[in-house]
Antibody, heavy 121, light 109 residues
């Protein structure tokens, strides 16, 4: 069955970087994309970015595009989200999800369990 | 970018009642590129509907989606106890970054 397993919780200081991993299994990785969504405490969902499984094309939310990089390792079918220059308002649960398109961002049908990133001095 | 506005913010209903949730886009969403998700406390979102009206695998038929252009609706025909949660709409129109609505909380009356 389709699984997305994310790395564990992180605590970072302001200005640092964090890299969250999302290990996938149970499907053909190159036929789908991976989308990243975050949720601040008590808040709604915020899209961060997407990467296509086919050629690694990326799209990013304008709000974070100068601080975020999404990558994949096709040999291990793992996706990564790196967020740099962390601020306190980056504190959130970060979710990866399987995006139904490998060519452009669309909807997500399977989700990881989430990774809590806390930014605090 | 396309802004999605969901209404109402909170909907208070009883099991067995019908729920109607609205999602309005700031501009027309091409080809009904709209999805709905359900989220329960402490859980990841769950896909309910994509393409504005197509139910995802395993979603009960009491959930239905409709609409086009800027106005979309999620209807739950007869509420079950497990349906009380927060619901989000999401657009994936290629002309805009992906955006989510702010959510509608469906609570027990």
């Amino acid at each position: 069955q389709v699984k997305l397993e994310q790395s564990g919780a992180e605590v970072k200081e302001p200005g640092a970087s964090v890299k969250v991993s999302c290990r996938t299994s149970g499907y053909v990785f190159s036929s789908y994309g991976i989308t990243w969504v975050r949720q601040a405490p008590g808040q709604g969902l915020e899209w961060m970015g997407w990467i296509g499984g086919y050629k690694g094309k990326t799209k990013y939310a304008p709000k974070v595009q100068d601080r975020v990089t999404v990558t994949t390792d096709t040999s291990t079918t793992t996706a990564y989200l790196e967020l740099r220059n962390l601020r306190s308002d980056d504190t959130a649960i970060y979710y990866c999800a399987r995006d139904m398109s490998g060519f452009t961002s669309s909807w997500a049908d399977h989700w990881g369990q989430g990774t809590l990133v806390t930014v605090s001095s | 970018e396309i802004v999605l506005t969901q209404s109402p913010g909170t909907l208070s209903l009883s099991p067995g009642e019908r729920a109607t949730l609205s999602c309005r886009a700031s501009q027309s969403v091409s080809a009904s590129y709209l999805a709905w998700y359900q989220q329960k406390p402490g859980q990841a979102p769950r896909l309910l509907i994509y393409g504005a009206s197509t139910r995802a695998t395993g979603i009960p038929d009491r959930f239905s989606g409709s609409g086009s252009g800027p106005d979309f609706t999620l209807t739950i025909s007869r509420l079950e106890p497990e349906d009380f949660a927060v619901y989000y709409c999401q657009q994936y129109d290629g002309s805009s970054p992906i955006t989510f609505g702010q959510g509608t909380r469906l609570e027990t009356k």
